[in-house]
Every structure is written in C-alpha cells, then in structure tokens.
C-alpha cells in the first residue's frame, strides 16, 4: 500500500491590529431586553406552572421511568435484563447477609436492604446499569455508628442462660435495627437535601485520590472486622478512633481461642472463591455468564452445615433465625438524629459518590447521560423511604454493577427483576440459609475485597505522575486508618481544599519568545527556537488575580522580567546624588585651585578652606580607593539600569487568567504606573470576555489607562509595541537632525 505524504496546511492572515477600544468600535453586542425583576419572576412562573411542556419535562426529570419505560423494547431488551437480574440475584444474596451482620443488624435486614431501595432506585434513578443495594464500606460505617450508640454493655444481664441469653439478643438487635433505620432516614434526607437545592456538583468534586484512598482505608477496616467470623472467635466490636488497630490487636490477642472448623471452612472457601473468580476473570469471553459462585458456595455450605449439624457439633457459629415474610413499615426514632448526625454526613457522601462514579463510567460507556442531582435525590429517597421498612443505608455496589452490565442488563428493569428475586426468598425461602456459617460470609466479604486493595497499586503510580495527587491519597487512606471513616473522610476533604489553595499560590508562569517569522510565543526557557522579541518583555501566569495571590504574582513578574521598578528608581536616586556630589566636589577642587580671583567673598573662601583636608597625602591615598568603590558601585548601577533601559514594552498575557477582583484590578494599576514611571509601556493581551466586563464593572479604565491598552492576542500587542518603538527611533533621528 503506498503511503501518501500530505504537506502541513498553511494560512495567511491579513488584518488590522486589534486592541480592545478598536475591537469595540468594529463590533456591535447584540442589545438585550432588560426585565424587571418581577417581570422575570413572572415570566419564570407563567413558563413553569402554565407551560404544558415545561410541567411534562419538569415531571419527567424527577421521575424519569415515565420517560422510558413508556418506550421500552420489550423484544430486544428483555431476555437481557432478566438474565442480568438473575446473576444478580444470585451475587446479592450472600452479600445482603454478610453485609447485615457487617452493619450490626441481623442477615434479614439485610435482604430488606436488597428489595425496597432497588424498587425506589427504578422509578427515580437515571442510571441503567448501577446496582443498588448493599455495600461493604457503608455497612462498616453504619456498623460503627450502631456498636458505638447500641454496645454489648448495654444490654447486660445478670445470669446467661437460655432465656436470658435470647432476651439479650432480642433487645440488642431490636435496638441496633432502630439506630441503622435513623442512619438511612438520616442521611437519605441529606442527600435528598442536596439533590433539590441542585448542589450535586460539589459532592461530584471529591478528587478520585481521596475516594480511592478512603475506600481502600475502609477495605481495610472491613478486613479486619471479618478476622474475628472468619477464626471463630468472639471479641469485642470497637469504633473510633484506632477502632482497626484495636480490632487487630483484640483478634490477636484472642487468636489461640480460634475454632478449628471454621478456620478450615474458611480457608477452603477462601480459596475456592479465589480460584473461580480468577475462572471467570480468565475466560469472561468464553461464558455467557459468570460462574456464581458466591451462590453455588452458599448452597453447598449450608447444606454441609445443617448435614453435619457443625454450630452443635463442632461450635460453628450459623447466621440464625431469619424471620419469613415481610413486616409493615414502622416509623424511625426520631430521637436518634442528633446523636448520628456527623456520621450521616460522611455515609451521604460516600454513598453518593460511589453510585455517580460508577454511574458515569456506565453511561460513557454506553452513551447516555446521567443527572448528578437526580442521583442525589433518587438515592435519598431510596435509603429516606427504605427507613420505614427497617433497611440500612444503601449505595451501589461496584462488584454487582459490573456484573449487571456485563450479562446483558440494558435498564433498570434488570434490578427490578432482582429485588423479585429476593423478595421471593425473603418470603418463602430464607428460612433455609439458617444454617450458613458465618466463616463462609467472612470468606465471601474479605474475597469481594481484593479488588478494592488492587488500589494500593496507585501509590507508586501517583508518586511517578503527581505528587499532590498521592499526598491526597496517602493523607485519604491514613486519616480514615487511623481516625475512623467518618473524621478521616472529614480531614481528607480538607486536606484537598488545602491543596487546592496551594495550587492556586504556586501557578506556573514564564517569559514568552516568538517562533521566527510566526504568530506564534512559547516558553523561552523550554525551546531553543523560541526567540525574545527586542525591547519586549511578554509575561505569562496561570494565576487567576485575586486577594489571596496578587504579592505572589507581582514578586513573580518581578523576578521573571528582572526588571522591579521600585529598585531601578532607588538606583537612579543614588547615581543623582552621586552625580550631585561628585559635581559639588568638583566646584570645591576649582575654588581652592584659583584661590581668590574665584571666590566672590570672603565667607565662601573661609567654607571652601575649611573643607580642605590638613594632611594632603592622607587625602590623596582616600580619595583614590573612593573613587575605585564608587566607579564599581556606579558602574553596577548603570548596568542595572541600562537592563531596564532596554526595555521599552511589558505585555501581560491574560489567556490563562479566568477571573479577576477589586484587589487584582488595584494591582494591575499600579503595576503599570510604577513601569510607566521608568519608561516601559504595560500592555494587557488576551483577556477573555468575562476578564474585559470584570474589568468595566470595577472601573479600571479611565483617562490614564484607556482600553487601547488590551489586546486581542499577544502578536497583537507585540506588533503594536514594534511600531511604537520606531516611531520613537524616527522621532529621536529627527530631533538629533
């Protein structure tokens, strides 16, 4: 195949130069009506309430199942979603118990966290693949709110026996269940909060590092809360601060108490879910789903459990009673809030965060739009309504969300498909997952979470590309460590406004040249092409001018052009009183070398002789090492000057400024009034038309500094300049004429 070279397109521009008041006269702003207030107002609600279409679209945004499932394609779509919410299902059930029992609550209240949630999510989310439900990190986190509100010591008995040892349980569990529903309510109603007030945007800021780095801190604290199932072994719940190191520790320190047969059950369900899964990593092109094995584990287990009989036998502790059928709702205590109210905050945002980044990873992926707001309502009503019937707080859940889109789920049809299917087994069937062990859940939760500490690879990738990037993480994942989900979340997030600030006091500026015979200007430093224009210093920062950094910017332009105007005046103020000394001295030396023909009188010849120095060759041998030291000094005063003298134009680029403020706009002033005062011109270029109207409205332009002084484009600016400088070079010649 022949290879065709194509030769690099070319252009030739003609044009006058612009600068701002030329621009101005050569074009016109299109004129806009201007309303009053209350016409606006009324405008606004005539175009709300009494539009047809505005009332339709307005219904449709905040409950977009009337939107699409309208137009649904029952014939293309369906097979697809029911064998999505089957693989589902199937991956839903386990988790729901493990993640209950992760949450504080008993297993059952764990698949009411898998049924209503995903049935509100249909009918108000915008995403078509995310699963919602259950989910290890926000399971901790309400499990760390319940232990420290509802601990074992609460509910101390005198004698544990059969009866008592049940009421224990029963007055725990009924307690915690009533902190998990406040949890939900709670926090469902921040988020609900945040979606209508549309402040969806600032959540969606959390940097990735500091999600990636909380979560895999939470993967931790997850980790080792499921040590203590997984050997068997009975130990005391912590939160808190140091609550995964005090887990740790208590696990060891109970380590030779482990039971024998759940450590074995264990480990062989560890390893069997690590094979398979590895299965259908391996051969995911070759299975048209994958292998379930999260279910096909539950099953064998619970029938080898109940075979064998191991929670009598061998002291294998089992999941329980699971109570069949459904209860009515109830309301939440609402006396709880105020104690739960900081740990909501954090579960709010965690929740929504991980449901909008799995939802726009799926709608980029599949091409269509998702609504950041509308996610925040439709999860807080998910986790606000699902408070009345007892669920915990949900999110989505990354595993089963890649599941649900990998087999085929193409809406949310397939979720809905899913919480029938756990319905189905609340109702009728969960009574035979009594038996399960609790080892096997652990194995299935610490197993999910590989895939979370596969983060731990960003560190090195992070330090290679950003170094503020990976403080965000490593501060994310050690604050969460070490002070708990809820404070650590708390100082991660400040840690990145921190570094946002940081940012904007350390932009990135240069000195731009121009590529020979171009329009073109880049970094001096960075290009050996790139050439500085005689006589012009262009200046370029990515700051945006504002309170917090104008001394930064004014040092940094200082020192960058190597021209500072307060020290070149102070410069000439020494060489004019040098010049002014030297001339007194010399009118001194000729009186006293003329004697009295110049002396016009007596008093001036007694000051002129008085100033005479007795010992003639003292004076001589100082005078001549002053005049050494001043002809130095004068002569690096001149040099420095001079540097300044062959200057006759600054240009401040404004192409990467994006706003500016009264403080900036005082600094500009007097940045081209101290230039001005030693002969260099301060020209503005490439501002954007928000920076000119910021500019206008805070009255910058006057008689001094008119709006000819910005410019379209720098090549504008440097092309004005140049003329500039040889008008003055003809005007010079014509005056030395």
Same mark, same amino acid.
């Given at each position: 195949?022949?290879?065709?070279?194509?030769?690099?397109?070319?252009?030739?521009?003609?044009?006058?130069?612009?600068?701002?008041?030329?621009?101005?006269?050569?074009?016109?702003?299109?004129?806009?009506?201007?309303?009053?207030?209350?016409?606006?107002?009324?405008?606004?609600?005539?175009?709300?309430?009494?539009?047809?279409?505005?009332?339709?679209?307005?219904?449709?945004?905040?409950?977009?199942?009337?939107?699409?499932?309208?137009?649904?394609?029952?014939?293309?779509?369906?097979?697809?979603?029911?064998?999505?919410?089957?693989?589902?299902?199937?991956?839903?059930?386990?988790?729901?118990?493990?993640?209950?029992? +992760?949450?504080?609550?008993?297993?059952?209240?764990?698949?009411?966290?898998?049924?209503?949630?995903? +049935?509100?999510?249909?009918?108000?989310?915008?995403?078509?693949?995310?699963?919602?439900?259950?989910?290890?990190?926000?399971?901790?986190?309400?499990?760390?709110?319940?232990?420290?509100?509802?601990?074992?010591?609460?509910?101390?008995? @005198?004698?544990?026996?059969?009866?008592?040892?049940?009421?224990?349980?029963?007055?725990?569990?009924?307690?915690?269940?009533?902190?998990?529903?406040?949890?939900?309510?709670?926090?469902?109603?921040?988020?609900?909060?945040?979606?209508?007030?549309?402040?969806?945007?600032?959540?969606?800021?959390? !940097?990735?590092?500091?999600?990636?780095?909380?979560? @895999?801190?939470?993967?931790?604290?997850?980790?080792?809360?499921?040590?203590?199932?997984?050997?068997?072994?009975?130990?005391?719940?912590?939160?808190?601060?140091?609550?995964?190191?005090?887990?740790?520790?208590? /696990?060891?320190?109970?380590?030779?108490?482990?039971?024998?047969?759940?450590?074995?059950?264990?480990?062989?369900?560890?390893?069997?879910?690590?094979?398979?899964?590895?299965?259908?990593?391996?051969?995911?092109?070759?299975?048209?789903?994958?292998?379930?094995?999260?279910?096909?584990?539950?099953?064998?287990?619970?029938?080898?459990?109940?075979?064998?009989?191991?929670?009598?036998?061998?002291?294998?502790?089992?999941?329980?009673? &699971?109570?069949?059928?459904?209860?009515?709702?109830?309301?939440?205590?609402?006396?709880?809030?105020?104690?739960?109210?900081?740990?909501?905050?954090?579960?709010?945002?965690?929740?929504?965060?991980?449901?909008?980044?799995? !939802?726009?990873?799926?709608?980029?992926?599949?091409?269509?739009?998702?609504?950041?707001?509308?996610? +925040?309502?439709?999860?807080?009503?998910?986790?606000?309504?699902?408070?009345?019937?007892?669920?915990?707080?949900?999110?989505?859940?990354?595993?089963?969300?890649?599941?649900?889109?990998?087999?085929?789920?193409?809406?949310?049809?397939?979720?809905?498909?899913?919480?029938?299917?756990?319905?189905?087994?609340?109702?009728?069937?969960?009574?035979?997952?009594?038996?399960?062990?609790?080892?096997?859940?652990?194995?299935?939760?610490?197993?999910?979470?590989?895939?979370?500490?596969?983060?731990?690879?960003?560190?090195?990738?992070?330090?290679?590309?950003?170094?503020?990037?990976?403080?965000?993480?490593?501060?994310?994942? !050690?604050?969460?460590?070490?002070?708990?989900? *809820?404070?650590?979340?708390?100082?991660?997030?400040?840690?990145?406004?921190?570094?946002?600030?940081?940012?904007?006091?350390?932009?990135?500026?240069?000195?731009?040249?121009?590529?020979?015979?171009?329009?073109?200007?880049?970094?001096?430093?960075?290009?050996?092409?790139?050439?500085?224009?005689?006589?012009?210093?262009?200046?370029?920062?990515?700051?945006?001018?504002?309170?917090?950094?104008?001394?930064?910017?004014?040092?940094?332009?200082?020192?960058?052009?190597?021209?500072?105007?307060?020290?070149?005046?102070?410069?000439?103020?020494?060489?004019?009183?040098?010049?002014?000394?030297?001339?007194?001295?010399?009118?001194?030396?000729?009186?006293?070398?003329?004697?009295?023909?110049?002396?016009?009188?007596?008093?001036?010849?007694?000051?002129? #002789?008085?100033?005479?120095?007795?010992?003639?060759?003292?004076?001589?041998?100082?005078?001549? #090492?002053?005049?050494?030291?001043?002809?130095? !000094?004068?002569?690096?005063?001149?040099?420095?000057?001079?540097?300044?003298?062959?200057?006759?134009?600054?240009?401040?680029?404004?192409?990467?400024?994006?706003?500016?403020?009264? /403080?900036?706009?005082?600094?500009?002033?007097?940045?081209?009034?101290?230039?001005?005062?030693?002969? &260099?011109? #301060?020209?503005?270029?490439?501002?954007?038309?928000? &920076? #000119?109207?910021?500019?206008?409205?805070?009255?910058?332009? *006057?008689?001094?500094?008119?709006?000819?002084?910005?410019?379209?484009?720098?090549?504008?600016?440097?092309?004005?300049?140049?003329?500039?400088?040889?008008?003055?070079?003809?005007?010079?010649?014509?005056?030395?004429?």
């Amino acid at each position: 195949m022949d290879v065709v070279e194509m030769s690099s397109p070319s252009f030739n521009v003609n044009r006058p130069v612009f600068n701002q008041e030329t621009l101005d006269s050569y074009l016109h702003k299109r004129v806009k009506p201007k309303l009053s207030r209350s016409t606006k107002l009324l405008r606004y609600f005539r175009y709300v309430f009494c539009s047809s279409k505005r009332a339709k679209s307005i219904l449709f945004r905040f409950v977009p199942i009337l939107e699409w499932l309208p137009k649904y394609p029952v014939k293309e779509y369906i097979l697809g979603d029911i064998i999505s919410g089957l693989s589902t299902a199937v991956m839903q059930l386990p988790q729901s118990l493990a993640y209950a029992i +992760l949450a504080g609550v008993p297993p059952v209240f764990g698949l009411y966290s898998s049924v209503f949630p995903v +049935l509100f999510y249909t009918i108000f989310g915008t995403s078509r693949h995310v699963s919602i439900g259950t989910f290890a990190v926000i399971s901790l986190m309400v499990g760390t709110v319940v232990v420290r509100l509802a601990p074992d010591q609460m509910f101390h008995v @005198t004698s544990m026996n059969t009866t008592n040892h049940t009421e224990f349980h029963e007055a725990r569990d009924a307690q915690r269940v009533k902190i998990a529903a406040a949890t939900a309510l709670l926090s469902g109603i921040m988020q609900l909060c945040l979606g209508l007030i549309r402040f969806g945007f600032v959540v969606v800021y959390l !940097a990735e590092p500091v999600v990636r780095g909380f979560t @895999t801190a939470a993967a931790s604290h997850v980790f080792f809360s499921q040590l203590k199932y997984f050997l068997g072994i009975q130990t005391k719940r912590f939160g808190g601060p140091l609550s995964a190191i005090h887990t740790f520790i208590a /696990v060891c320190t109970n380590i030779k108490r482990s039971n024998v047969a759940s450590v074995i059950l264990g480990a062989v369900c560890t390893v069997f879910l690590l094979v398979v899964k590895e299965i259908n990593v391996r051969c995911k092109d070759k299975l048209p789903v994958p292998i379930p094995v999260e279910l096909i584990l539950v099953i064998i287990t619970t029938g080898v459990s109940a075979g064998m009989n191991l929670h009598g036998n061998y002291e294998v502790n089992i999941v329980g009673h &699971i109570p069949s059928g459904l209860k009515a709702p109830v309301l939440p205590d609402f006396s709880l809030l105020s104690e739960i109210f900081t740990e909501c905050i954090a579960i709010a945002i965690v929740g929504f965060s991980m449901t909008i980044s799995m !939802a726009k990873i799926f709608a980029m992926k599949h091409g269509y739009r998702v609504d950041g707001n509308q996610e +925040l309502i439709a999860l807080g009503i998910c986790n606000a309504c699902g408070s009345f019937f007892q669920t915990f707080p949900v999110t989505t859940s990354m595993s089963r969300s890649l599941v649900q889109e990998s087999t085929g789920g193409k809406t949310e049809i397939a979720g809905v498909i899913s919480a029938a299917i756990m319905l189905v087994i609340l109702v009728s069937f969960g009574f035979l997952f009594e038996s399960l062990p609790q080892t096997v859940l652990a194995a299935i939760v610490m197993v999910n979470l590989k895939g979370v500490f596969k983060q731990f690879q960003d560190i090195p990738f992070l330090w290679r590309i950003c170094k503020i990037e990976f403080a965000l993480w490593v501060v994310a994942f !050690a604050s969460s460590f070490i002070l708990g989900l *809820d404070y650590g979340l708390l100082v991660a997030v400040l840690f990145a406004i921190i570094t946002v600030i940081y940012r904007t006091q350390s932009p990135k500026s240069a000195m731009l040249g121009q590529i020979p015979n171009t329009d073109i200007y880049l970094d001096i430093d960075a290009y050996e092409e790139v050439q500085e224009v005689p006589g012009v210093k262009i200046f370029q920062s990515s700051a945006s001018l504002y309170f917090a950094n104008v001394d930064m910017y004014v040092n940094t332009l200082h020192k960058k052009t190597e021209i500072e105007p307060a020290a070149i005046l102070l410069a000439k103020k020494k060489l004019e009183e040098k010049a002014k000394k030297s001339a007194r001295l010399a009118e001194r030396k000729s009186i006293l070398k003329w004697g009295n023909r110049n002396i016009p009188n007596e008093a001036a010849k007694q000051e002129a #002789v008085s100033e005479e120095v007795p010992n003639e060759a003292i004076q001589n041998g100082a005078s001549n #090492v002053l005049n050494i030291v001043e002809s130095d !000094a004068k002569h690096k005063l001149t040099a420095f000057i001079k540097s300044a003298a062959d200057t006759h134009a600054l240009i401040l680029d404004f192409s990467l400024v994006s706003f500016i403020d009264s /403080v900036g706009t005082k600094m500009l002033k007097m940045i081209i009034k101290e230039y001005d005062n030693i002969g &260099i011109n #301060v020209f503005i270029a490439g501002c954007s038309e928000c &920076i #000119v109207e910021d500019l206008t409205i805070l009255k910058f332009f *006057d008689e001094s500094i008119p709006r000819s002084l910005l410019f379209h484009s720098v090549h504008d600016a440097v092309l004005h300049c140049q003329e500039l400088a040889s008008l003055r070079g003809d005007s010079s010649t014509e005056m030395s004429s």
